[in-house]
């Protein structure tokens, strides 16, 4: 999906309210959302030049920066609630990077900004 002007903003509002509900509710004494806040960057140790991601890293990075996994975690604490707040920290982790306009790489670990039109031939 191509990250519009509206999908940054979308992302804004869900990382605003993220950080809202899980400040309110769990108060900002709580680690795991400050840990699953930078964790899914443990990816970008991978290295690479000119701000590419080492093409081994990128199906890590990828996994760690869909909207898939914090929704999976958030299933997950619905049975262990003590993960409800690192579940809330990689949401809004996710929202940050798509406000920001980052989205997943490519295979070669180009960052995937928008979906360009190939020239007509």
């Known amino acids: 999906m191509p990250i519009t002007p509206l999908t940054r ?3 804004a509002a869900v990382a605003v309210a993220l950080m809202w509900f899980a400040m309110a509710t769990f108060g900002p004494g ?3 959302f400050w840990i699953a806040l930078v964790l899914p960057d443990v990816a970008l140790l991978g290295g690479g030049a000119s701000g590419a991601l080492n093409p081994a890293w990128v199906p890590l990075y990828n996994a760690l920066h869909t909207w898939w996994t914090p929704i999976g975690l958030g ?3 619905l049975a262990i609630p003590v993960l409800v707040p690192f579940a809330l920290g990689w949401a809004f982790h996710v929202a940050w990077d798509r406000m920001l306009g980052y989205g997943l790489r490519t295979t ?3 960052q995937r900004h ?3 039109a ?3 031939r």
Request: proline residues 11%.
């Open 75 to 77: 299933l997950v604490a």
């Open 114 to 116: 928008h979906v360009t």
């Open 108 to 110: 070669d670990g180009l």
């Open 118 to 120: 190939q020239p007509a």
């Open 9 to 11: 903003l979308a992302s």
């Open 30 to 32: 709580t680690p795991l």
